[in-house]
């Protein structure tokens, strides 16, 4: 069976050489054995004819039936009439509840023109909104680029992160929650934890109500709700408005984790913490974490934010997944990240031989893992740390350059790889006894990540449902 928009074209044309030959639809259905009003459904590609009905129309009208099955329209006029009569049918204009304009010859061109315009406006928004993972990659990478640029240093959030702190009263150790109770207080709200949560946001914030739902705490302490309700309140704090595009929606998310992270390792704390580490040789991710009671990712995070703009050093940070990919990254201390040829280090492979994969490999995972490696770009020292999810295991990773070990807990360590990526020949490739043995024997599946096939969400908010939240907040606003 046609597709509709075949349908529509294929009537179209019938119209078109029926009024050439002068015939109304009711004198043209008489010929062919069907009623007038039969054949105007066929004429508003509302109906599809059968074979037979097609041939008799051909042989009345004196054209080919291949003429009538082209697809392409007979008229300028038609082809804006198709075009809108598609464009009405389709799945971006339904969403919108608006009645159908009938695309007849009594439709004056202008407005015909009008309509059409309106409808290509609205479809190339529609497609702007939406950002595909390609575009996504490059808006990550020039935002990571940017970052390596500030050294991961924002001075200016760091600035109003203390000040939130200093309303407060917080100084030292680690942020408690009636702390950030009270710093939400300030801004004017309250903060309220619901199993309710609507599943695609992580927090909503009652502008009306000055309320923050958070959802209830899944573990002893529930450390990740004060980040969770800190992120809530960095978008007002840093005068945040509806991201227009995927671009700024990333900036923001890493602006509101920023200010978390800022709030829970306060910037003079943290950097007395760091120094004193550093002048006794004993810098150590564990020791910060434990000092400031955040996750190890936290404090791996926020060391790169203080590590070379207050302790003059240069590192690195990865996040990978057990299958060997990339999760997040930075680096501005000249280790060569794998990346694709937008520039995209996310979702690539790690040599096997890094530390954030050997460490995977261990049956101890109690403490970091410490490894010094030797690469084309140099010989880097890794402490790695190694985690698991619903998701599957992960490594954290810092590391430096050979020359600014000396400064960490672990340089003493023996462990010692080489790598020789981004030559294939390194990890990725068979040796030539194993190619001749398996080539043309084996034949692997490859497993699909469905995200892959999918744009990235569009809307004011990506990825938010907007219905579920608004009637989320409408069934707690009386409360």
């Known amino acids: 069976m046609a597709a509709e928009t075949d349908l529509i074209t294929l009537g179209r044309r019938i119209r078109h050489h029926r009024k050439n030959a002068g015939l109304t639809l009711d ?84 407005t015909l023109e009008s309509l059409v315009g309106l409808h290509r406006e609205l479809i190339r928004r529609a497609k702007r909104s939406v950002a595909t993972p390609e575009e996504a990659r490059r808006a990550n990478t020039e935002l990571r680029m940017r970052m390596r640029e500030r050294n991961n240093y924002l001075p200016e959030i760091e600035r109003i992160a203390t000040e939130a702190l200093a309303e407060v009263g917080h100084t030292s150790g680690a942020l408690t929650h009636r702390s950030v109770s009270l710093m939400a207080q300030n801004l004017g709200f309250t903060l309220i934890h619901v199993d309710d949560l609507p599943h695609s946001a992580r927090s909503v914030i009652d502008l009306e109500n000055g309320r923050i739902y958070l959802p209830p705490a899944s573990i002893p302490g529930g450390h990740g709700l004060r980040s969770m309700a800190l992120q809530a309140m960095a978008h007002r704090l840093l005068g ?101 040829v937008t520039g995209a280090v996310e979702g690539q492979l ?92 084996a034949w692997p599946s490859a497993r699909l990540h469905a995200h892959i096939l999918s744009p990235l969400p569009q809307g004011e908010f990506p990825g938010v449902d907007t219905l579920e939240v608004y009637e989320f907040l409408e069934s707690h606003s009386g409360q």
């Open 350 to 441: 790690v040599c096997r031989f890094w530390a954030s994969r050997a460490a995977l490999h261990r049956t101890n995972r109690t403490t970091e893992f410490y490894q010094y490696t030797d690469t084309p770009d140099g010989t880097f020292w890794c402490a790695t740390q190694t985690g698991k999810t619903d998701a599957g295991e992960f490594s954290i990773s810092v590391g430096v350059p050979f020359a600014e070990a000396k400064w960490f807990r672990g340089r003493d360590t023996t462990v010692r790889a080489q790598s020789r990526c981004p030559d294939e020949s390194c990890c990725r490739r068979p040796d030539d006894v194993l190619a001749r043995r398996w080539r043309d024997r």
């Open 240 to 340: 945040h408005r509806a991201p227009e595009s995927y671009a700024e929606f990333l900036q923001q998310r890493l602006e509101i984790n920023y200010f978390a992270a800022a709030c829970l390792m306060p910037h003079d704390a943290s950097v007395r913490f760091l120094r004193a580490a550093k002048e006794r040789h004993d810098l150590s991710v564990e020791d910060f974490r434990d000092a400031f009671g955040v996750t190890h990712e936290a404090a791996a995070l926020r060391l790169t934010n203080l590590s070379t703009e207050q302790l003059g050093l240069k590192m690195h940070f990865l996040r990978v997944a057990d299958d060997g990919a990339i999760q997040k990254a930075y680096e501005n201390d000249g280790l060569a990240l794998p990346m694709d």
């Open 27 to 110: 004198q043209l259905g008489e010929r062919v054995g069907v009623v007038g009003s039969q054949l105007s459904l066929v004429e508003n590609g509302r109906r599809e004819p059968r074979l037979a009905l097609l041939q008799n129309i051909a042989a009345e009208l004196d054209v080919p039936l291949t003429d009538l099955l082209s697809g392409d329209a007979p008229d300028a006029r038609t082809a804006l009439e198709i075009e809108l009569s598609r464009a009405q049918l389709g799945p971006l204009y339904r969403t919108l509840g608006l009645p159908v304009v009938p695309a007849s010859r009594s439709l004056p061109i202008e």
